[in-house]
């Protein structure tokens, strides 16, 4: 199984940063082979899609964010990163990070997700 562990939320002023990370770990778990992704999910809402990299380094984003969140990894410490900047009330949210081998970019069928980090904008 993966496991995943996320950081770095938490309690943000409107314009301000934060870096999330995702722990990974697991027997059999290479991360250069798996594709990751960052989803968050609002009270009442659906779950989403806000960027997602796949095993080559290709990224993709939800287009709200593109030019505000950076998706990335380091393989070496197998751990995923998401930088947050610009940060609004609208991203407020519980971020999870997800794992799986095929790619799915921002859909939901990643079968490793973690236990979610809190991101409140303020």
């Known amino acids: 199984h993966v496991q995943l562990v996320e950081s770095g939320g938490g309690p943000v002023h409107a314009g301000g940063s934060l870096r999330l990370s995702c722990a990974v770990s697991?027997?059999?778990?290479?991360?250069?082979?798996?594709?990751m992704g960052w989803f968050r999910q609002a009270p009442g809402k659906e779950r989403e899609g806000v960027a997602a990299?796949?095993?080559?380094?290709?990224?993709s984003y939800k287009d709200s964010v593109k030019d505000r969140f950076t998706i990335s990894k380091d393989n070496a410490k197998s751990t995923l990163y998401m930088q947050m900047s610009g940060l609004k009330p609208e991203d407020t949210a519980m971020y999870y990070c997800?794992?799986?081998?095929?790619?799915?970019?921002?859909?939901?069928?990643?079968?490793?997700w973690g236990q979610g980090t809190q991101v409140t904008v303020s």
């Open positions: 990299i796949a095993s080559d380094g290709t990224t």
């Open positions: 697991g027997v059999g778990y290479i991360i250069s082979a798996y594709c």
């Open positions: 997800a794992a799986d081998v095929p790619w799915y970019g921002l859909g939901t069928e990643y079968n490793y």
